[in-house]
């Protein structure tokens, strides 16, 4: 067993435990993880893929309410990570509703979150990351991560984001001089008309309601005139009356001061009835009664409504939309010169692409052969003949009207990620020419050849826990001892997890577990166990194809895990040991 301190600076680590309750065939389980190779082994559907479905689920990965166990409301995953002063903990909950909560350590977080804080803890190696293998474009990502062109990638990146605006902004200043002409004679039309309407924000509605006013002038001066009378005539209105009784109040209070509070109020009102009287004849004047005011108004709202209209829902759309289309008639005036500008711009970008171009070619031709030699080294101790692997570097040539870079005297395609092809070649054969992976690898040769990839970019990963699920599909008995001892090899400086069906790679773990299914009370459950020695050796048998207490299976199984410890033990896997532990 490898023991690994937690970091140091507090950052979490590798995966400590795994919890998981009532998700598919799993009704409790529960799984403490070793800090090397861990190996997890059973029958076809026992669920131990399903283990790696949770593990996800406790990183962030999309919810799936099928996996609820029949019955149940909830399917829970909880997972510890190694950290000081104490463990990280991620909890992911399902239900069967369809609703999913995140947690971490106690804080409530979504999916996304928790994707982003303890994705990078743990990277899942499916089978389907070998389909990736075959992607070209996946294979010169690999490459640029073996050789850490993170920045070299990022300013190539930018360079033709930039060329690319720049060049879209010629495009789009590249008119018909004619239409220009048109364009800027109707923009300047809008804008003139708009600005000589001079509107007002609300005046549309201000004049609908003088209008409504003017229809009823008379009734409304009539109104007026007999409100004002009520409040201010002479010795019988309200605002007399009103004055009166202040006078009253405030004898009362000289003789009783809880009086002063009413005459007070009595003062406020006295004012608030001369008020009302002078708004009154205020808003009588202001009735339009002359038929000529009228019409005048009439026509400027005729104005406002043709110019709503035709620009906007309302008098402010109305005037952005004139000071919209005076800077576009200003833009496009000045038209020529934008575009003599934007084709000097894109020469000099095109250029600054070049630069970051070739920088990063340089680059990549440079460590694709150290990739070649490491990645064909390892492929070495997983059974391949020396010289299989290659990794090529090209370019390709630009196409009639595409646009291109000069690199070395040629003229190259290229797109964000730069000018070079990369392709991954293998020559299992001897005598016969290297292809690419996606023309002649088998399955088996091709999980080989991830695992190999997988290794040697692991030199230089930080990734705390790596998973295999399953990606020895394909391999056969002599090409698994091999795969087993460079899997134990990558755990002296990551925490690895793998679902195998081989014995060969099961002899090599450190911890091996075994998920069996058994029928509880009626229901088929999943349970989970981590084996002794003897208790391993049953498993390899099993594995190997022997029956219960099968002598020749139980031998063979007893010889394969002697082997692989004797192995450990040697010279050539003490030299796998992580020399910075």
Known sequence: ??????????????????????????DRLRIDLDAGFN?????????????????????????????????????????????????????REVAASGRSTARIDDATVTAARLADEVGSLVEIHGQHEQGRLLDERWQ???LDAFGGHHELRTTMATAVDRWRENRAALDAAALDPREVARRIDLLEH???EIARAR???????????????????????????????????????????????????????????????????????????????????RLAETVDHDPGAVAELDARLGIIHGLIRRYGDDEAAVIEHGERAAAEAERLRGLDEERALRQREDARLLGAVGSAAAA??????????????????????????????????????AGSGEAAVEVDGDAVAFDAAGIDEVVYRLAPNPGEPARPLARIASGGELSRVALAIKRVLAEADATPTLVFDEVDSGIGGRSADPVGRSLWGLARRHQVLCVTH??????????????????????????????DREGRIVELAAMLGGGPGDPAALASARELLDRAESWRAGPVGAAGIDRSA
């Open 502 to 531: 081989l014995p060969q790679i099961a002899a090599h773990a450190d911890a091996h577990y075994r998920i069996a299914k058994r029928e509880r009370e009626g229901r088929t459950v999943t349970e989970v166990e981590r084996l």
């Open 360 to 397: 990063l070619s340089t680059a990549r031709l440079d460590v694709a052969a150290a990739l070649t030699d490491a990645v064909d080294s390892v492929l070495q101790e997983l059974g391949f003949p020396a010289g299989v692997f290659e990794v090529a570097v090209g370019r390709r040539p």
């Open 140 to 142: 010169r990502d690999l």
């Open 39 to 91: 190996v997890i082994t059973g029958e076809t559907g026992a669920g131990k893929s399903l283990l790696i479905d949770a593990l996800g689920l406790a990183l962030g990965a999309r919810a799936d309410t099928s996996l609820v166990r029949h019955g149940a409301d909830v399917a829970r995953v909880e997972a510890l990570f190694d950290r000081l002063p104490e463990p990280l903990i991620t909890v």
């Open 1 to 26: 067993m490898i023991e690994r301190d937690p970091i140091e600076d507090g950052s979490p680590g590798r995966l400590l435990e795994l919890t998981v309750t009532d998700l598919a065939l799993i």
């Open 199 to 281: 509107l007002r924000p609300g005046e549309a509605e201000e004049i609908r309601a003088r209008l409504t006013a003017a229809q009823h002038g008379e009734a409304i001066a009539r109104g007026a005139a007999a409100l004002r009378e009520s409040l201010t005539q002479e010795g019988a209105g309200a605002r007399d009356a009103t004055a009166v009784a202040l006078h009253e109040a405030r004898g009362i209070a000289r003789l009783d001061p809880r009086f002063e509070a009413l005459a007070d109020r009595l003062a406020g009102l006295e004012a608030e009835l001369a008020d009302v009287a002078d708004e009154a004849r």
């Open 190 to 192: 809008e804008s003139t």
